[in-house]
């Protein structure tokens, strides 16, 4: 087929540079939501006269057969299809002859592919929100399983700096991954309203001239707005940056989540165990049982903040209206959407099939790690924090001086200090108490953590 | 002061390691956001039980008399001032004594700085709202200046590729821009939700061991909803993150409008002159009018995507709750925030004080910019568009050849190329007519542009 | 064929996992440095006394059959082949039996790979070297065609902030890219010296335990030097790192001649004509001639800056020696490599087909581009030259107060603002003699600009 | 003083506008490379014949002064001084009067702060190019430490992934970094010579009409070589995007170097204590001890990382020639300079302060660590290597059914496996052993340590 706008050229494109031109590489994925989009655009033009219903079903049924082409693997790309646009149109001209040429009347690529990659990214922002509400149900159930017993629950040491710091259940620990989830659902929920924006009847830049209904083209497409100016609806990619910034925050928490996990699932930690369904071994070195699931996700941050990166700085200072800059859009929107439909099912399996070390955990809980109850202790008793805090500090220097634990540190080591010290002290330093004592809304008491699972079941259902 | 941590310390910090440490260089900006902070912090723990009312009355009487001071520049940061946590709680200590050391009952310096900057933050996004709103309002002024009158209308080339495409009107060029930013309006709208969500009461990591009332603090301070975890509320970045990525959303469109601008006020185009209040000169050369205002919006592109590329990077693949690195949010917010402060209002200034050149415009509309309308000519004929679109490339062809213009060119010429053109397509060829056609929503019809204008309007009191 | 590492696993690799996990669906492109370096390794091991001559000479022709296949594209990829080590040693068993399984004696898939990927890139730099060279020579051969008759040379105004400034010639503004590719070639010379740095013969981060001769190995491949440190070299990335920043740099440039270019072939300018054979038309507007093949290099800078910014997160913060996250180095190097040895070749054949218009940069030549030549005329006859700029800024304002250009202001207005001003003033308003006047090395004078052709000539000789 | 450009300006610059612009903020700190950069001119503009002697000394003098106003603290910078260069014209002004206007002959801010960028970063890279080396030497001095006695060194486990990989010397870990900042020295000498390219004379463009001697220029101001053309030279901001990524590289270094001392620093690895110089408490928990300037380290990749991509953004796509976005490239600048120029020599102390535990270390050594060695031993045998991995991978898991480790697996047990395996396999299993076996160069073998220690030590003093 000849292109769609050669008429005015005396010359042939250089050979090199219809490669360097063409889309059709990666932008033949879209062929669902050009189709579409082309169906919906060849009924608004039968409503506004400049087909006739009969013109209109041919076209439509041609679509269709081109739909069922590609849904099969039987569509093939020839040598002039520079784009999806083209190669669609070029094989509905083989199907139903000049006919095929009124399609696009008022139309150009310029709309035409923005409603395309909107019309994906809708399609494809349910799919990853079902996923990503699959992994929050992942923590959810392993945070249940890992309570423990009521009375005895499951403790393990929490860190601040990567250094001991306070008792925390191990499913506090875990849940904190659940509202950074939540998070992103939210965001991706309130993302997904503007990516529903319609260019559709934009036309080049100027607008549609023949009275093409744009309402009902929302309508049939499932848009919930229309672009209000055709010069910005056929430029404005502020959809697909916003999609990359969500999935680079999702991104960087699954970073964080993988390097818990490579932590924790190492031997200095040993507090899970990652299911060899997510490791993989070494080609050298036999005994080898790597947590690769994880080191990828963690190392396919760069790639997704790569890629926001890059179209922010394609879009920078660009003049308005459609560049051919913009081309450059759909690779990192479809290399983002596809690592993150690997990334999400992977991280739930990893969560469900993890296996938890209490004992690991008890084992590294540490009567440092209750410096602050001992505080806190001396704050009951009056004492104002910030000097208790300096008493405490002291303590904890004398413990290391005489290479004994804080439990292990005889009363009249602890009245040289202060005086505010008594037997009770003793009592402060237990992990069990300490963790029951942070009881208030987000704190790790067993009782609060069990509120906040309820909580999170309920943000789940959306009713929080 | 000593610092708030040093009890178990046996050596001093080295000397080059404190001034690393050290935040007190920028976070004293924080001053009115953790004082405020630490006043429903002490009336709080009042509620608790753990201060007296008279306690909690000198507390907060001190912290206001040290905000006075900053707020009169009278503070003297100290050599050991850390943090502005610290330089605060040092001059309460000295304004009161040692009650100033119960302040910090139960709260670490990690939800403390977490809630002052998102406190600072809040504030910051109200001031910024307005801004971006004054904005919007100097773009629709100058689009129903630059209409002209019923009829005649302002007219200009609409560029796509940056060469010539279609007419538009001069004000529906300039409205493009006032969606971009309506929808960086609705954006920070909807990550402000996000960012009144109080962390206070989370302790380092593990919770409030003291029953202070979350709920409370949240009410007093202005959050809106509290964090579910405290592991997370701790280490929670994402509301910097997302407000650096709205602001590289917004720094894009303020690229792109400052680059459109910089092209039209260069004497190729002349289709605007920049005021001369935001131009400047040259040290060498005595002719020269640089827009230098609009050159360094474009050029703070660059500062606002690397904060976020910044922040985005220290975040990546963090153990979860506090660590250090997260002390590096700050600068990257602050200097976003003092940028969008500057570049917002002198944007609304530029696009105030710009002068149109309507004749610059029209002499620079070539008939070229018609051939869409003669192919919809021949579309109204019956032929079908893609057939329209190759004759008409080839009567551009052929008028090149003959170096006249389409409107010169002769009848005949046009029927040797097809017999559908008669001489009804030199009615098509008007640039006036052409807008007009554009009538549909989005469109560049006058009728269009100023029914656009209205619903910019609307749009502006939040009821679109 | 069994995974090279699986006899301690009890469990298959969950199914998605193993797709997450590959690599071969982008390191296949590796085989012939995989190859090499296996080849290499055999005749290693052979000296080493771990293969006889016979199996060596076995394994290499094995090999090279491998080798043949994958060239004649005859190689087909098994499902079990994760990456191209394991697909090419599972063909080289099926070919030779179990020997094969004595070629990966004491090396790891770290050592391999790293290796593979340095071969890889050396060869690619070369290619790279030659493309960048060619774009130079066609700069050079456009500047010299574009220099125009001695005493008549082709002046275009030179523009800061994109304003006019003073006049220039045309070649001098294009030899202005020359020297950007110039600094280009010489650093990735400089970094090329580092990727031929051998890391085979580290083990898997260790070490080698079979006394292989790396020298032997270095001089076999091509390297110059060896990694001299067993755990650095397995997880060194470094030299892709310098590659992709070397590219950042390139593409830098290649925007801005992108942009230079389409600037000048906006009708507003009209300086230069891109040749029909790298422009597109439109599907809707059948005038358009777009520059696609510039605005798609313009805007590829995001691909290469974001693949940057994405290697150097994914390094960011890695504990050291290999890490899976290093997988991830691949896709972002391939990706650049092929889109600079697409834009390199476009971009010498626009330059090369470019058409010059000396009649249109003559026209924009405007008198006010002399002003500096007039404070110059004044600094000869002794004013300071702050005072003649002062002066002369307040010629440029008088002579647009009456609406004349500065050949056209009588004496007398030119006196009343200074008397330093006589009639020879008029004699400094000459385009030609401006440029003339500018004669220093790396000035604009033609002769100065002739000079700067000899060296440039030198410069791709590598004799400047 | 009034602008060095208001001549032809009839209207004041608006207020906000004016801060807007100003770079005195940041530039202040050019102030010395500014007057060293004027004094040069000076002398160039008297050898042309466009000062007298008197007049070049008078103004010499003058610059001298304004320099040691500077430097004793004394220079008031003036509300209308909008950079450094009016600062210091303006006060050369008030010290020898009109005379102060000759200084700019020919010259514009576009050469000159050019020029005063690159000496600034000429002296800048030579101080961090000595730090770099202090950080070097400080690693072998503690890898010579922590080898440990002959034929007893310290072994520690080596990781790949986190997981156990092979026993490896303490000190070859710590060398590793050793070769990763040499490369980066490297790097830097190499771009040092870029720096050191001369851009003054080149005028705001176009070249210097009043023939000023550019060689001289470069020899009084240490510069290497002219830029070969002007255009080119004032925007060329080559050297600080490579400066950029350079550190960006050496950041990557340090933010892993940082993340394993990090690790093996936390009490699940207790491999090394950091000095309390260079950790800080907790204001809420008495006994922590963090190792807050490692962690900033890491963090502050953020930073540098964000500075190149932000100035590489700025860059992209500018018009040739100097641009006002240009002002850009200081504040990144001047911002990673600093932070290096902290963070190398705090990490040279902490590397020097380190306390090394080789007890913990021995503690970890598992002898699963040895399965590679057990499999090289069957080769040793005549197994084909890949065969001997899967044997030793069934003994591996054999071992951990039966909940042994490899030593105290009886010999019966490994002759189930393979009747290759002989009482001698027992000897493979010894750390000592183990690593002595990795004797090439770059191997973890104690002689091969020794013998890298030599080689960085000779790499050092530029000899290697």
Not at 206 to 221: C, H, K, M, S, T
Not at 325 to 339: A, G, N, R, Y
Request: charged residues 25%; glycine residues 8%; negative net charge.
């Amino acid at each position: 087929m000849t292109k769609l706008w050669g008429g005015r050229f005396e010359k042939p494109t250089d050979e090199l540079m219809e490669r360097f031109n063409a889309s059709i590489g990666f932008d033949v994925r879209l062929y669902r939501a050009d189709i579409a989009g082309s169906i919906a655009y060849a009924r608004a033009l039968e409503r506004a006269g400049l087909l006739t219903p009969e013109e209109c079903q041919t076209i439509v049924a041609g679509l269709e057969q081109v739909r069922a082409e590609f849904d099969q693997g039987r569509f093939v790309v020839q040598p002039g299809d520079e784009d999806i646009h083209t190669a669609v149109e070029r094989r509905l001209h083989e199907l139903i002859g000049p006919l095929a040429g009124k399609l696009h009347t008022g139309r150009s690529r310029n709309d035409q592919v923005a409603t395309d990659t909107r019309l994906y990214l809708l399609w494809e922002i349910d799919r990853l929100q079902e996923s990503l509400t699959d992994l929050q149900q992942a923590i959810v159930e392993k945070a249940e399983e890992g309570l423990g017993e009521p009375g005895h629950e499951v403790i393990m040491p929490g860190y601040t700096h990567l250094q001991p710091a306070q008792p925390v259940l191990f499913s506090h620990w875990l849940l904190s991954y659940f509202w950074m989830f939540q998070r992103d659902g939210e965001r991706l929920a309130g993302l997904r309203e503007r990516v529903a924006t319609l260019p559709l009847g934009s036309g080049a830049l100027a607008g549609n001239p023949f009275g093409v209904d744009r309402e009902f083209l929302a309508q049939e497409l499932g848009f919930a707005r229309l672009a209000e100016n055709s010069m910005d609806a056929v430029s404005d990619r502020d959809f697909i940056v916003e999609f990359l910034a969500w999935a680079a925050l999702l991104q960087m928490h699954l970073s964080r989540l993988a390097e818990d996990l490579i932590l924790f699932s190492s031997p200095g930690y040993g507090f899970v165990t990652i299911d060899e369904a997510y490791a993989t071994g070494s080609s050298l070195m036999p005994q080898k049982r790597n947590p690769d699931s994880l080191e990828l996700v963690r190392g396919k941050t760069g790639r997704v903040y790569g890629h926001l990166m890059g179209l922010l700085t394609t879009m920078k200072g660009l003049p308005s209206t459609y560049n051919k800059d913009l081309q450059e859009d759909k690779e990192p929107l479809f290399d983002v959407v596809d690592t993150l439909a690997m990334e999400l099912p992977i991280m739930a399996g990893v969560v469900r099939t993890l296996v938890i070390h209490p004992q690991r955990m008890a084992a590294a809980l540490d009567d440092s790690l209750l410096a602050t109850d001992l505080a806190d202790e001396l704050v009951r008793q009056g004492v104002p924090f910030r000097e208790a805090h300096r008493l405490v500090g002291q303590v904890v220097r004398r413990a290391g001086e005489l290479g004994v634990s804080l439990c292990d540190l005889p009363l009249a080591e602890y009245r040289t200090i202060s005086e505010h010290f008594g037997p009770s002290l003793y009592q402060a330093l237990d992990f069990q108490r300490s963790v029951e004592r942070r009881s208030g809304r987000g704190g790790t008491a067993p009782q609060a953590v069990r509120e906040q699972i309820k909580r999170a079941k309920l943000a789940q259902m959306g009713q929080l």
